[in-house]
């Protein structure tokens, strides 16, 4: 069978996202570049992938699918569903709980810091510092929770590993790259968790993947 294919750039935290989750469910897949610079995004092969014009794009055989967490979710069913916890009622609507979290206030607090910090520098912009300080006031409430949730569990949605914790990772590698890195520090437990999550074969790779070349 031939492998998955993940059409995008590993410069994208919505693209290694869902590396996280091939690499975690060990599932065979090969990463095809999607070249921003000559606009191939937008090409009417790509359009076809993606309708938005957008990354990550992947395909499964005949099956084409976009939108990153919902990839994610695909391979875990294929590959590893224990990371969904799907044969326990309670533990994966926990995790269901966590994801939503993840997209809706981790990330969501996350985007616009990672924009300024690093993607508005890179095409020649300036960082907005009010922007990204009123998104770390955010971030901070959410690692409040998290603190406190994390302080019962090892976990998020509990004591198991499971997408909700890996959906996290990208977004935090990129934020370790920013000047506001040290901002865990603040919360124990959220710092062991990352810790473990660090530690893991999965993440060390997308870690590699998304450092630029020298």
Known sequence: MAPMKLYGATVSWNVTRCVVALEEAGAEYQIVPIDFATAEHKSPDHLARNPFGQVPAFQDGDLHLWESRAICKYVARKHKPDLLREG???????????????????????????????????????????????????????????????????????????????????????????????????????????????????????????????
């Open 88 to 214: 326990n009622l309670k533990e994966s609507a926990m995790m269901e709980v966590c994801l939503e979290v993840e997209a809706n206030q981790y990330t969501a607090a996350l985007n616009p810091i990672l924009y300024q910090c690093l993607v508005s520098p890179m095409f020649g912009g300036t960082t907005d510092q009010k922007v990204v300080e009123e998104n770390l006031e955010k971030l901070k409430k959410v690692l409040e929770v998290y603190e406190a949730r994390l302080a019962k569990h090892k976990y998020l949605a509990g004591d198991f590993l499971s997408l909700a914790d890996l959906n996290h990772v990208s977004v935090t590698l990129c934020l370790l790259a920013t000047p506001h890195a040290s901002v865990f520090d603040a919360y124990p437990h959220v710092k062991a968790w990352w810790d473990g999550l660090m530690a893991r074969p999965s993440v060390q790779k997308v870690a590699a993947l998304m450092k630029p070349s020298a």
